[in-house]
């Protein structure tokens, strides 16, 4: 009979292996060295799939015995543990593990989406708000660039829920830039955005439809770039953006929509933390 492998202990090696290439074997060379950093990051990364608390997780990982196996673990790390593990991960190790696993799967765009979606700051039900008759004021907002040949995530920002889309076009499209097609080392691929992405960091090649301030397009360059929207839409590229829509889904769905760290920092990362494991899942 063949054995099947859980999607769990895959999850756990991919995130594990991830780990170990993009992080330093211990965060301190005078930590107790009773886990590897890339273990806690493997084991939080797995806490946030799975979409569940530190003590949890640690009850979680007590009763699984293939995970353990996967992760080298010869003791179960605390809840605490893990909280301080995430604590101490950083944006630009989750960057590396996020360029890693990209370069393995050889990324190659001719087109690259961007869009951004909310999270709610509280795992308060919507219905408890409704009731309790007040909303939330504050929300936590997740931009990415999607390669809508491989569906995955390039590139990611994150921020309050006021931030505006034009702010974070230019570091997706850097970000995002060494997945995109090129010929001849010059760019031969297209970004395509909503009117929220448009301001005046927009480049040639950038099919984001201009706002139409009082009904009429003035400038030429805008004008032209109207037209070619127009016609990106006729030939079906422009309709790839919708994509962008179904990493949005996905990840609500997978790994939820709320965000259930305290302080800035922290909720700032999360949306992040789900690029990521979207990434590993797909």
Not at 9 to 25: E, F, N, S
Not at 93 to 122: C, N
Request: aromatic share 10%; with cysteine.
């Amino acid at each position: 009979m063949t054995t099947r492998e859980s999607r769990y202990v895959r999850v756990a090696r991919i995130a594990y292996g991830l780990a170990q290439r993009a992080l330093p074997r211990y965060s301190h060379p005078k930590s107790p060295h009773r886990f590897t950093l890339p273990q806690l990051a493997a084991c939080v990364v797995l806490m946030f799939y799975l979409d569940i608390s530190y003590r949890d997780m640690e009850e979680w990982l007590l009763a699984t015995d293939q995970v353990c196996q996967v992760l080298e673990l010869k003791r179960i790390p605390d809840h605490s543990t893990l909280s301080r593990a995430y604590h101490k991960l950083r944006m630009v190790d989750f960057d590396r593990m996020k360029g890693l696993l990209l370069d393995e799967l050889a990324v190659d765009e001719d087109a690259i989406a961007v869009d951004s979606t909310g999270f709610t700051p509280s795992q308060a039900s919507a219905y408890y708000q409704t009731r309790r008759g007040t909303g939330y004021r504050e929300y936590i907002k997740g931009a990415y660039a999607v390669g809508t040949r491989s569906q995955l995530i390039l590139a990611w920002r994150a921020g309050s829920g006021h931030m505006s889309d034009i702010s974070v076009l230019s570091g997706l499209r850097r970000k995002a830039a060494p997945y995109g097609h090129r010929v001849k080392r010059r760019r031969h691929w297209f970004l395509l955005g909503d009117k929220g992405f448009d301001g005046h960091s927009v480049q040639p090649g950038d099919l984001i439809p201009p706002i139409r301030r009082s009904g009429n397009l003035l400038d030429p360059d805008r004008r032209a770039r109207a037209d070619q929207v127009a016609a990106a839409r006729l030939d079906g590229l422009f309709g790839q953006r919708w994509k962008t829509e179904t990493v949005h889904s996905v990840i609500k769905r997978k790994f939820g929509d709320t965000i259930r760290s305290r302080t800035t920092r922290l909720q700032y990362r999360e949306p992040i933390v789900k690029g990521l494991l979207y990434n590993i899942h797909v």
